[in-house]
C-alpha cells in the first residue's frame, strides 16, 4: 500500500546548479551574488523597504528583538498558539511574554483581545500569520498606533500572501509590520533546508540591522566601500547565511508562481471534496480582507478523542497527518511564569486542529485517497 508523507520537500531541479556557481564564483561567505538576488527579488515583488536573508525566521525574530531594543522586563504581545521561536526570540531579551488568545473562527491571535493585554510596559506586538492568512492588520497597527508600540509580523508561512486593508489597497503580508520575519525552513512553500529573512519597512532601523546581522560589525558598509576598515559598533551575533544557502533559494523563488499555482489546486480540490461532508469537522476559514496561499491545510474536530482516533485511522491507512503547537503559556517552559487568564480558543486548537498532507508533488489521486479514509471512519 502506497504511503502518503506529511510533507515531501519540492526540488525545482535548478537548485544544485546554482550552488555550483556559487561556489565557482569564488565567494560562498554570506552576502555573495546569489544573496543579493535574493534581496532584489523579495523588495521588487513585494514591496519590503529592506530584506536581509538569515539563517532562520529564528534568526529573523532574534535579531527584531535587538533591533527594538527589548530590555528586561518589557511586555511583549504573541499569540499562545504558534510555534516556540516567536516567544523565544523576545525571551532570550528578558521580555515577558503576554499571551493572547485565538479567533474562534482562526486560529490566528484575536485582534479584538488585544487592547486588555497592553499596560505600561508593553512594547511589541507580534501577529502570526498562521497558514498564510492574514490578521486583521488594520486592528493590530490601529492600536500599535494608539500605545506606541511596534508590530513583528511572524510571517514564516506567509510567502505570497496578501491583506486588503480598509484603504482597498492589497498589500504583501511581510510588508505592513515595523519588521518581519519570514521562513525558509523544508516545511514553507519556498525553502532552503534551513534559512529565513528579516524585512525591514521602518527606515530607522535599517543601518542598524546590518550591523547586528554582521556581529556588531559595520562590514557591510565596508563591502560596499562606504568605510575603509571595519569594526566594533554594536552588539550582534552571525544571522547571515552562506551564499550556497541563497544559491538553493534562488532556485526556489525563480519558480513560485508555478509552485504556488500547484499549492492552490490542491488546497482548492481538499475544500470542495471536504465541503459537503465535514460533520465531524470544521474546515478553513479564509476572512474577506485575506487571501490564501496554501500553506497548509488544516481541520478542527469537535474534542481531541475525535482527532486521536481520526490520527490512529489514517495512519493505518498510510496516510501520516499531524497536529502541532501545544498552547505555550501550559509549556514546561513557560507555564509556571504565566500570569495571564485560561485561553481557551488556543486550547481548542491546540487538542483539535488536525494538518493534511500538504506539498507540491501531492497528487489529485493521494489528495482524494486522503478524503476517502477520513471520511471512512
Ligand atoms: C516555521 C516557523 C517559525 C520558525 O522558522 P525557522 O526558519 O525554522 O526558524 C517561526 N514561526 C512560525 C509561525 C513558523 O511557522
Known amino acids: 500500500m502506497s504511503h502518503i508523507p506529511f510533507n515531501k520537500p519540492y526540488l525545482t531541479g535548478k537548485e544544485v546548479d546554482y550552488i555550483y556557481e556559487a561556489v565557482k564564483s569564488g565567494k560562498i561567505s554570506g552576502d555573495g551574488m546569489f544573496t543579493k538576488k535574493c534581496h532584489e527579488f523579495f523588495e521588487k515583488k513585494y514591496g519590503f523597504k529592506k530584506c536581509l536573508l538569515t539563517s532562520s525566521c529564528t534568526d529573523a525574530l532574534e535579531m527584531a528583538a535587538i533591533l527594538l531594543n527589548i530590555q528586561e522586563g518589557d511586555e511583549v504581545i504573541i499569540p499562545s498558539y504558534t510555534f516556540v521561536s516567536t516567544a523565544t526570540a523576545f525571551v532570550l531579551r528578558g521580555a515577558k511574554i ?214 490512529t485511522h489514517l495512519k493505518e491507512n498510510g496516510v501520516n497527518a499531524v497536529y502541532h503547537y501545544l498552547s505555550l503559556h501550559k509549556s514546561p517552559f513557560y507555564g509556571p511564569k504565566y500570569q495571564g487568564g485560561e485561553l481557551p480558543e488556543t486550547d481548542r486548537y491546540t487538542d483539535c486542529l488536525l494538518r493534511l498532507p500538504m506539498f507540491y508533488e501531492l497528487t489529485d489521486e493521494d489528495v482524494n485517497k486522503v478524503v476517502d479514509t477520513l471520511m471512512s471512519l
Open 98 to 311: 503576554v499571551f493572547c488568545d485565538s479567533r474562534k473562527d482562526h486560529p490566528g491571535m484575536d485582534e479584538d483581545k488585544i487592547e486588555a493585554l497592553i499596560t505600561d510596559r508593553t512594547k511589541v506586538i507580534v501577529p502570526v500569520h498562521y497558514a498564510g492568512v492574514s490578521c486583521d492588520m488594520d486592528k493590530i497597527m490601529d492600536i500599535a498606533t494608539k500605545y506606541n508600540l511596534f508590530v513583528v509580523e511572524d510571517a514564516a508561512q506567509a510567502v505570497e500572501s496578501y491583506y486588503t486593508g480598509k484603504d482597498g489597497v492589497k498589500k504583501a503580508l511581510g510588508s505592513i509590520g515595523h519588521l518581519a520575519a519570514f521562513s525558509f525552513h523544508e516545511t514553507k512553500n519556498i525553502m532552503s533546508g534551513e534559512g529565513g529573512m528579516l524585512v525591514i519597512n521602518d527606515t530607522r532601523f535599517m543601518e542598524r540591522a546590518e550591523v547586528i546581522r554582521e556581529k556588531g560589525t559595520n562590514r557591510s558598509k565596508f563591502f560596499r566601500g562606504e568605510v575603509d576598515k571595519y569594526g566594533w559598533c554594536d552588539i550582534g551575533s552571525s544571522f547571515l547565511p552562506s551564499d550556497m544557502i541563497a544559491a538553493f533559494l534562488y532556485a526556489q523563488m525563480e519558480n513560485i508562481d508555478s509552485i504556488q499555482k500547484k499549492r492552490i489546486a490542491l488546497w482548492n480540490k481538499y475544500m470542495e471534496l471536504l465541503t459537503p461532508v465535514h460533520d465531524k469537522f470544521s474546515l478553513p476559514v479564509i476572512p474577506a480582507y485575506a487571501t490564501n496561499n496554501a500553506h497548509m491545510f488544516y481541520i478542527v474536530f469537535h474534542n481531541l478523542e475525535d482527532r486521536t482516533k481520526m490520527i
